[in-house]
């Protein structure tokens, strides 16, 4: 037990206390590096095309960045254009991060051109990818999802398990999005009417999308999530890549 002098004592006397000292409040110091910069990407296949659509809003809280910031990229163009890309990258989420990786992997896909004289396919470049994130495991690339697109779509999570889909929705509003592409895409809950009654009905069989029919699924699901999410707005960064080729175009959205 600590004894401590109190030298404002009773009277002309020395006075002693041997009451406990007062504990210091504990501080717990903590680093944490990532902002969730908002935003929602999806993708959607189908036969002969895939799609790949952003908006362009970046937040941080309720403060806007940007009205113009774009989550798909073209990944091993020849220039700063992306012409001559074959594969598109969608990242969302933490935007230092995405960019990074953007950047990383736009050099890996150049350099295998460049030494074995060919472009690298989509499914080694999904497995690269794969790898890039594994070897972050320990200080993770979170809050980003990607996609690339010929014909595939590959979706990831932060330590690089990945898998091939039709449709998939992730960032800011995927939960309101992603119920739509099951339902529109996957035909989840679909019917055929008057098939029978209760369970007896005939579930409607999945068949191949349209381009044009698949580009409006996009544009009404991003209508749809900016009246109900404030990090989702602005414009609608909308990537269809082909056989002949890829092309992007840019259409408003709600921007309060």
Known sequence: MTMLLNHASHGDGIGYSFAQPTAAPVQQH?????????????????????????????????????????????????????????????????????????????????????????????????????????????????????????????????????????CRAAGAASSLITPFLDNQVNFKNQYVPGSGEGHALEPKKAEPLSRSTAEGLVRDAFTSAVERHIEVGDYLQLVTITKDGIEEAFQPLKKD
């Open 30 to 166: 903590s680093f944490y590096p990532y902002t969730d910069n908002g935003g929602s990407t999806l993708g959607i296949t189908g036969s002969d095309f895939a799609i790949l659509a952003g908006d362009t809003r970046s937040t941080s809280g309720y403060n806007i960045n940007s009205r113009m910031a774009p989550k798909v990229f073209k990944i091993g163009g020849d220039d700063e254009t992306g012409e001559g890309a074959q594969i598109v990258l969608s990242v969302v989420g933490f935007a230092a991060d995405g960019n990074a990786l953007k950047e990383r992997l736009d050099n890996i896909v150049k350099m295998y051109k460049y030494k074995h004289g060919k472009p690298m396919s989509v499914s080694a470049c999904a497995q690269r990818l794969s790898t890039i994130l594994y070897e972050k495991r320990f200080f993770p690339i979170t809050y980003t999802r990607f996609w690339e697109g010929k014909g595939a779509l590959y979706s990831y999570d932060p330590v690089g398990s990945y898998e091939r889909e039709q």
